[in-house]
């Protein structure tokens, strides 16, 4: 019984001494940025899924991250198989290179204020297997990401200190017009 208490003790200091320390960081330290699940009907299996997860890591890892609707900064991603061809090997494999560009942007004021382009290869013996192969490449510690969610971040600080924090609210994400560029 003691044990319980001291554990419950122990719990309540540590909860509490995180709460005091997230009340006290600047904007600039937590930019809520919401992922969303990457855009491509003709990606078959879990792969959306795994690129999903590894962005949601890249920008976890970079303390970015949020899950809530109300974020007004989003990741958005769209695959594209630019090649699915066969070996002349037998038994047949399928080398398949996809692109996938990745968008941080402000879903208010609709900007893309930083994007990249990652092109990855895939081998395996099913074209639908070496296009999930060449995605599922994609780490979230890849210098690319890393480099997207600085910029990005460095552009929305600017962005919040200009307006002086005068945000509006966000509401559910409706990306579609970076795709109709």
């Not at 554990?7 to 909860?15: D, N, Y």
């Not at 690129?51 to 890892?61: E, F, K, M, S």
């Not at 609709?110 to 995605?135: C, F, H, P, R, Y």
Request: charged share 25%.
């Amino acid at each position: 019984m003691k044990k319980i208490k001291l554990l419950i003790i122990a719990t309540l200091v540590l909860l509490t001494s995180f709460t005091v320390k997230a009340q006290d960081m600047s904007f600039e330290q937590m930019i809520p940025v919401r992922v969303l699940m990457p855009v491509n009907k003709d990606v078959k299996g879990d792969a959306l899924t795994v690129l999903y997860n590894r962005l949601n890591q890249a920008v976890t890892l970079n303390g970015l991250g949020s899950s809530t609707n109300e974020s007004r900064f989003l990741i958005v991603s769209s695959v594209t198989v630019l090649s699915n061809e066969a070996t002349a090997s037998v038994p047949v494999q399928y080398m398949a290179e996809v692109e996938v560009a990745v968008y941080f942007v402000d879903n208010i004021n609709k900007i893309i204020l930083s994007q990249e382009t990652i092109t990855k290869k895939g081998m395996d013996g099913t074209d639908d297997n070496a296009v999930g192969k060449a995605i599922k490449q994609i780490q979230a510690r890849d210098p690319k990401l890393k480099k997207l969610i600085k910029i990005g971040k460095e552009r929305a600080i600017q962005y919040y200190q200009a307006t002086e924090g005068k945000d509006e609210q966000a509401g559910e994400p409706d990306v579609s017009w970076i795709f109709e560029q």
